[in-house]
């Protein structure tokens, strides 16, 4: 759940804090076999810290686990319209920026599926400013030409795949059971078992993809105009937590009638505005509650409650602690 969630990104925090602010670092970049997309020309930049650990699976198949803590990353590559690309969303939030002036997002356990040529120089955002998952990268001519065993012996044909997701736009499969039973054991491997565990289930997802009956649900997609006024309400809503914005005040403010602001704000930050504010409200009492000796009612007027009450209430809603309880367990 989202209190575990709050875990493993403190423990991202940890093991990305011996890099130097923007930086996106790129390990285990294949050298044996040509890259399919982590040639010499991929470029990645991010305005926090990130890490890519990268294998090359099969001839044609590579594999990143990617763990970014920032707002964004930039990434450039080749524009390879038989490469598909597809990426697993399995901490945080993240959304593309794409050639055509659109953008898409990704919430837990959500999959997407693209050709490499719809975001071949394109912006990823992190909402949650923390993000970690997993990207598969298939160059499908050299799939159909020499697949491994398994899919040779069960006349896997790469040529569906370009069919159904490398027509130009970005497919999403919701989080489900099917997709947790291949990718929850990648994550929990231990560094000699990864590349092992890689072969093995990647050729599981791509039979599951090919046996699919449609292309999954096509990701809604939002203008990038309207995702980055979305942006821009956010960082008003989080730099003034002491003010109490209604949306009708947003929606004038900002020129999006009610229904989109809504609509988009959750599509980018994965909550509708009230029950977002509230989290958010919440994990920064947490922080001063950890490293502030300020009482608990001043702490909950600088989070933007009136009342102790109400944010105490709020508190152990969003914790299951009281925010004593919290603070004699975090402090110091």
């Known amino acids: 759940g989202r209190r575990g969630g709050m875990k493993q990104a403190d423990c991202r925090r940890m093991a990305l804090a011996e890099l130097p602010q923007g930086t996106m670092e790129i390990v285990g970049r294949p050298a044996a076999e040509p890259g399919v997309l982590f040639t010499g020309t991929f470029q990645g930049e991010t305005d926090g810290r990130g890490r890519m650990e990268v294998y090359p699976v099969f001839p044609g198949v590579e594999a990143s686990f990617n763990t970014v803590l920032g707002t964004y990353a930039a990434f450039r590559h080749e524009a390879a319209r038989s490469t598909l690309e ?22 837990e356990g959500d999959l997407s599926l693209h050709s490499a040529d719809c975001c071949a120089d394109s912006v990823m ?15 499908l001519t050299h799939l159909a030409e020499s697949p491994p065993p398994i899919l040779a012996e069960a006349d896997f044909q790469a040529e569906r795949l370009a069919e159904k997701f490398c ?19 990648l994550y929990r491997q231990p560094e000699m078992r990864r590349l092992p565990y890689l072969r093995l289930k990647l050729q599981e997802l791509l039979l599951y993809l090919e046996g699919l009956e449609s292309g999954g649900r096509e990701l809604t997609r939002y203008g990038s105009q309207q995702t980055a006024r979305i942006q821009e309400i956010h960082a008003l809503l989080t ?51 950890r490293e502030s000796g300020g009482s608990i009612a001043a702490i909950a007027a600088a989070v933007g409650y009136e009342s102790q009450g109400k944010f105490t209430r709020a508190f152990k809603d969003v914790t299951g602690q009281l925010p004593t309880e919290y603070r004699r367990e975090h402090r110091g």
Do not use: Q
């Open 167 to 185: 027509g130009g736009g970005t497919f999403a499969l919701p989080a489900g059971p099917e997709l947790e039973e291949i990718f929850r054991p």
């Open 239 to 289: 730099e003034h937590l002491d003010r109490r914005y209604t949306i009708e005040e947003l929606s004038h403010r900002y020129l999006l009638n009610t229904s989109t602001l809504k609509e988009v704000f959750k599509a980018v930050y994965g909550l509708p505005i009230a029950t977002y504010m509230k989290e958010y409200r919440v994990r920064r009492a947490m922080e001063l509650l």
């Open 125 to 139: 955002h992190f909402p949650a400013e923390m993000y970690a998952g997993l990207m598969i990268c298939v160059d």
């Open 86 to 107: 597809i990426n697993h969303c399995r901490l945080g939030r993240v959304g593309w920026d794409l050639r055509d002036g659109m953008s898409v997002y990704l919430g």
